[in-house]
């Protein structure tokens, strides 16, 4: 399973990248407006996203019609080679996906909320779906049922559009999309520190450490 970190802060980036822990990320307007603020272009913003991680980097457009997407969207992707442009699933992106295929621009499409949507997103040539589980169970519907559904049909087709588990809010719903057998699963900085961290693994090195110091001093060599 691949880790794309789900951030546009560019510490938070480094510090992922630094430790080896995510192929590639995803960013949306949301993320990247509050890291741009008044200070930064966020074209820049991403342009230096780029330079860090040499992994797919998720750069959403904001047109809503399918011609103004395409503009953007060509555009976004003379940023970077490693540029995945983002579209809604609408008719709008749905169509813009199409052409973006067929000029070789990867395509994640987004906001996927149902089966029928990820199975449009397939035969549209998506490169990547972006379910958002997090956003489902917000609601009281099952996010990663989603998931499942969109794995079995894409397996049923041999679609090669992976499936990108988004809006993901804890460690568990990235444990279930791996036993799902989802491509990607895109978290939130905390998330990943989280997946890493279990309370009996700092109670055994503590444990081990204070055995350790019990040793005469210069014995406590290794
Ligand atoms: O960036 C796409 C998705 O991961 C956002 O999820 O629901 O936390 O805003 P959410």
Redesign the pocket.
């Known amino acids: 399973m691949k880790f794309f970190l ?1 951030s546009a802060d560019v510490s938070e980036i480094r510090r992922a990248m630094d430790a080896g822990l995510i192929d590639g990320i ?3 307007p ?2 990247l407006a509050k890291v741009a603020g008044t200070d930064h272009d966020p074209r820049d913003v991403l342009a230096e996203i780029c330079r860090i991680v040499p992994g797919p980097i ?1 750069a959403e457009v904001v047109a809503t019609t399918r011609d103004e997407m395409l503009r953007e969207g060509r555009d976004l992707a003379k940023l970077a080679d490693n540029i995945v442009v983002k579209v809604p699933l609408t008719e709008a992106g749905l169509m813009a996906c199409r052409q973006f295929r067929s000029e070789d621009i990867r395509v994640n499409v ?1 906001l996927c909320f149902s089966a029928a949507q990820a199975l449009l997103a397939a035969k549209a040539g998506a490169s990547y779906i ?1 379910p ?1 589980v ?2 489902l169970d ?1 609601i009281a519907q099952d996010g990663m049922e989603l998931i499942e559904q969109i794995v079995q049909i894409y397996g049923n087709y041999d679609f090669p559009t992976e499936v990108l588990v ?4 804890h460690p568990v719903h990235v444990v279930q999309a791996a036993l799902i057998g989802a491509d990607v699963a ?1 978290v ?1 900085a905390k998330v990943l520190h989280q997946l890493m961290q279990h309370p009996l693994t700092d109670k055994g090195l503590a444990a081990f450490l204070a055995d350790w110091e019990k040793l005469p001093e210069a014995k406590r060599v290794i």
């Open positions: 789900d995803t960013t949306n949301s993320l998720s987004t972006s958002f997090g956003r917000d988004a809006s993901v809010r895109t939130p």
